[in-house]
């Protein structure tokens, strides 16, 4: 449901994120900035407690340490961005634990 490539220099993680629809990124908190921008699709993000719909060419922001989750309503093709480094994608990108 969910297929990504990444790639992370020293201070900063690039991601290239495909979703099915329907695809759910579980709630979940990391000590990254998150810069997430929507190139095909529609996205609906919980951040804290609030619904956030992102669609194709806008961006989303979550600050570090703030719980939030992603559910695609539709097929949704999304770049991020994320400082300090995701390092732990690189070891095991499909491993819920390191969200």
């Known amino acids: 449901m969910i297929s990504r490539k990444v790639v992370s220099?020293?201070?900063?993680?690039?991601?290239?994120?495909?979703?099915?629809?329907?695809?759910?990124v579980p709630r979940h908190s990391h000590e990254a900035e998150q810069?997430?921008?929507?190139?095909?699709?529609?996205?609906?993000?919980?951040?804290?407690?609030d619904e956030v719909i992102v669609r194709e060419g806008e961006v989303l922001h979550v600050p570090p340490g703030i719980?939030?989750?992603?559910?695609?309503?539709?097929?949704?093709?999304?770049?991020?961005?994320?400082?300090?480094p995701r390092h732990g994608w690189l070891d095991s990108p499909d491993d819920e634990s390191r969200r």
Not at 10 to 24: N, S
Not at 74 to 84: A, H, I, K, N
């Open 35 to 49: 810069l997430t921008y929507v190139l095909q699709g529609v996205l609906r993000y919980l951040v804290k407690s």
């Open 67 to 84: 719980a939030h989750q992603a559910e695609a309503l539709e097929d949704t093709f999304v770049l991020g961005v994320f400082s300090p």
């Open 9 to 24: 220099g020293e201070r900063a993680t690039m991601t290239q994120v495909y979703f099915k629809r329907g695809a759910l």
